[in-house]
């Protein structure tokens, strides 16, 4: 059963940045895409970020050219880079293989406020 860990979350000022990382008990991130999801108060997951077994990746349109998502196989984690944040990339931020949906983690706060 693998375990995702989801941590780096926090306060942060609007402009501001974070560094979210996400760590697998085991190594899921070398054989499937990995993503990156968040969840806002009241919306649905959605997903912000993706990234191929091969480094190919894809963003949501409203984070593009602001956050970054990276793999390092050999710890088994998943990163995000987030820049520039705004009041709207508030949210709980989780991680997961979007072809194949393992047990959720419990996500780490993102929240962007002044």
């Known amino acids: 059963q693998v375990q995702l860990v989801e941590s780096g979350g926090g306060l942060v000022q609007p402009g501001g940045s974070l560094r979210l990382s996400c760590a697998a008990s085991?190594?899921?991130?070398?054989?499937?895409?990995a993503g990156w999801y968040r969840q806002a108060p009241g919306k649905q997951r959605e997903l912000v970020a993706r990234?191929?077994?091969?480094?190919?990746?894809a963003y949501l349109d409203s984070v593009k050219g602001r956050f970054t998502i990276s793999r390092d196989n050999a710890k088994n984690t998943l990163y995000l880079q987030m820049n520039s944040l705004k009041p709207e990339d508030t949210a709980v931020y989780y991680c997961?293989?979007?072809?194949?949906?393992?047990?959720w983690g419990q996500g780490t706060q993102v929240t962007v406020s002044s």
């Open positions: 997961n293989t979007p072809e194949r949906i393992v047990d």
């Open positions: 990234i191929t077994r091969v480094g190919n990746t």
């Open positions: 085991l190594g899921i991130f070398s054989i499937y895409a």
